[in-house]
């Protein structure tokens, strides 16, 4: 099993909340391709910026965010 400081801190570090059960299954997958430490604190690392990143509006132009909120918003969208 992988030690889960190095990405728990790093979450905290970036204002995310770390999830145990997401790291456990992380780490079964991880050591079923017999991944070191390092890469498995690498991967996390990255994983955490981009989720980050992803949710974050000011990531987005004015524009694309309103595109986004009228495809949400949008019930013909969704099938309905």
Not at 1 to 14: G, K, L, N, V
Not at 29 to 41: G, I, W
Not at 56 to 71: T, V
Request: positive net charge; glycine residues 2%; proline residues 5%.
């Amino acid at each position: 099993m992988y030690d889960p400081e190095p990405s728990r801190a790093y979450c905290e570090q970036i204002g995310l909340v770390f999830s145990e059960e997401d790291f456990k299954e992380f780490s079964r997958l991880a050591e079923k391709h017999s991944l070191s430490q390092t890469q498995v604190d690498f991967i996390m690392l990255q994983h955490a910026w981009r989720i980050k990143c992803l949710f974050n509006p000011k990531s987005y132009k004015l524009r694309h965010r309103i595109l986004f909120a009228l495809h949400f918003l949008n019930p013909f969208a969704k099938g309905v």
